[in-house]
């Protein structure tokens, strides 16, 4: 059974910082990671999404890596803003379904 | 404007009600999920429908009666439930195994 774990649960840093939010799996037979943002009560916005045959997938501020032999990823966020602050999740999808971690909870102070 | 619209937004029902949270994708989607969200846990998933078909149901109470008309809508419909019932339900639906899953708003169920 595949089991996704997110470090730290929560995280608090100032403005302007660059941070990494790391995400481990137990089973390497993925399809994909995806990463997402949730703020309270909403819905979950995805961010990004990583091919298993992919390294790494970019979008502005956002930089996603898979390792999948180590069942890693990690989310890097450039110069951390107080509209970042958020729960990001990350999941992974395997043959039968999508499983998430749960999540670390963001915390960008102006 | 997400491309997977969930209502209502928000409800509230007494256990005896009966009551249906419904879901519609405008992606072209062949696959959709319901998900529960509870504070303080990951998000579970419930149902799974690909091509209208159930494919995944992880041990759902009966309660809790899934129905998929067609590829772009569906519904959750929801009898005599417990006040622990109480969640965000998340609609998602995916093109196939390969791609993303794009997630709904979300309906807060408050069950008195």
């Known amino acids: 059974k595949q089991e996704v774990t997110q470090i730290p649960a929560a995280l608090s840093v100032p403005e302007g910082e660059n941070l990494v939010l790391n995400c481990s799996f137990t089973d390497s037979a993925i399809y994909n990671l995806q990463w997402f943002r949730q703020d309270p009560g909403k819905g979950l916005t995805s961010l990004l999404l990583i091919q298993s045959s992919q390294r790494e997938q970019t979008s502005g501020r956002l930089n996603a890596s898979l390792d999948k032999s180590s069942g890693r990823s990690t989310l890097y966020i450039a110069a951390s803003q107080p509209g970042d602050s958020a729960t990001y999740l990350c999941?992974?999808?395997?043959?039968?379904?999508?499983?998430f971690g749960s999540g670390t909870q963001l915390t960008v102070l102006p | 404007e997400t491309g997977v619209t969930q209502t209502p937004r928000h409800l509230v029902m007494g256990m005896t009600n009966k009551k249906s949270l419904k879901c519609e994708q405008h992606?072209?989607?062949?696959?959709m999920y319901w998900y529960k969200q509870s504070a303080k846990k990951p998000l579970e998933l419930m149902f799974v429908?690909?091509?209208?078909?159930?494919?995944e149901n992880n041990s759902v109470p009966s309660r809790f009666s899934p129905e998929c008309p067609n590829s772009s809508h569906l519904f959750l419909h929801l009898h005599t439930l417990q006040p622990e019932d109480s969640a965000l339900y998340l609609c998602?639906?995916?093109?196939?195994?390969?791609?993303?899953?794009?997630f709904g708003e979300g309906s807060r169920l408050t069950v008195l």
């Open positions: 992606l072209g989607h062949n696959a």
């Open positions: 998602a639906s995916s093109q196939d195994t390969g791609t993303g899953v794009f």
């Open positions: 999941a992974v999808k395997s043959a039968r379904q999508l499983t």
């Open positions: 429908y690909n091509f209208k078909e159930q494919t």
